[in-house]
C-alpha cells in the first residue's frame, strides 16, 4: 500500500501566485480530507469529501481557496492569490466511510510564500 | 464546535521514563484517535480507540467514552517517541486537540 500521496512536498512563492497542492488517496478510501497545519492554529481541518462529493466546506478560510475532487483516486487543493499567511504546511488524508474509521495523513506539503 | 484539550501541553522525558498523556472532551464524540506526529512532520495513526483499552508493544490506550476522556500511555519511552501527541474525536467532522509535545532525552 503507497499510503497517501501528496505533491508537492515543498513549495515557495511569490505572493499573488496560484498555488496548487495534489493528493491521491489511499486505493478504496471514500473520504479525503484537506487540513492545515500552523503554529499558531494548530491543525484544521478545510475540506473534507465522501464519495467525490465535499461534505464540510466550512472550513475553507476565504473564496482564495478552492478544492477538488474528480475522481476516487485525485484531489487538488487551490490557493488564488496567495498570500503570506497561507504558508503552513497542508495535509491531505484518507479513511473509508467518513469520519468513522482509522485516518491516514499524507506526508504533507510545506508552503511558503513570500 | 468541540473542545479538544490535552495535557500536558510539554513533556520531557529521560529514556526509559513511563508517561501518562491525557485527552478531554467537551462533549461526546466518536471514532477517538491518537497520532504520534514525528520530528520530520509525519503524522501517524496510533490508535482507533472509540473505548475500552487497547494496547500496541509499549504504547497503550484507554477510552472512558462516558467521562469523555482517554488517555495515551508510553512506558519505557525511547528518544523514537520524541514528538507530537494528538488525540482527535468526531462529531460529524474529526477535531483535533492541540497536542502534547514530548521530547525523551537519552
Known amino acids: 500500500d503507497a499510503g497517501v500521496i501528496q505533491s508537492p512536498r515543498h513549495e515557495v512563492t511569490e505572493m499573488g501566485q496560484e498555488v496548487t497542492l495534489r493528493c491521491k488517496p489511499i486505493s478504496g478510501h471514500n473520504s479525503l480530507f484537506w487540513y492545515r497545519q500552523t503554529m499558531m492554529r494548530g491543525l484544521e481541518l478545510l475540506i473534507y469529501f465522501n464519495n467525490n462529493v465535499p461534505i464540510d466546506d466550512s472550513g475553507m478560510p476565504e473564496d482564495r481557496f478552492s478544492a477538488k475532487m474528480p475522481n476516487a483516486s485525485f484531489s487538488t487543493l487551490k490557493i488564488q492569490p496567495s498570500e503570506p499567511r497561507d504558508s503552513a504546511v497542508y495535509f491531505c488524508a484518507s479513511s473509508f466511510t467518513g469520519s468513522g474509521n482509522t485516518i491516514y495523513f499524507g506526508e504533507g506539503s510545506w508552503l511558503t510564500v513570500v | 464546535g468541540i473542545q479538544v484539550e490535552q495535557s500536558p501541553p510539554d513533556l520531557i522525558l529521560q529514556e526509559g521514563a513511563n508517561s501518562t498523556l491525557r485527552c478531554n472532551f467537551s462533549d461526546s464524540v466518536n471514532n477517538l484517535q491518537w497520532f504520534h506526529q514525528n520530528p520530520w512532520g509525519q503524522l501517524i495513526n496510533l490508535f482507533y480507540?472509540?473505548?475500552g483499552t487497547k494496547q500496541n508493544g509499549r504504547l497503550s490506550a484507554t477510552t472512558v467514552a462516558t467521562e469523555r476522556y482517554s488517555l495515551l500511555y508510553i512506558s519505557s519511552s525511547q528518544t523514537t517517541d520524541s514528538g507530537v501527541y494528538f488525540c482527535?474525536?468526531?462529531?460529524?467532522?474529526?477535531?483535533f486537540g492541540r497536542g502534547t509535545q514530548l521530547t525523551v532525552w537519552p
Open positions: 482527535a474525536g468526531s462529531l460529524g467532522r474529526l477535531y
Open positions: 480507540i472509540p473505548s
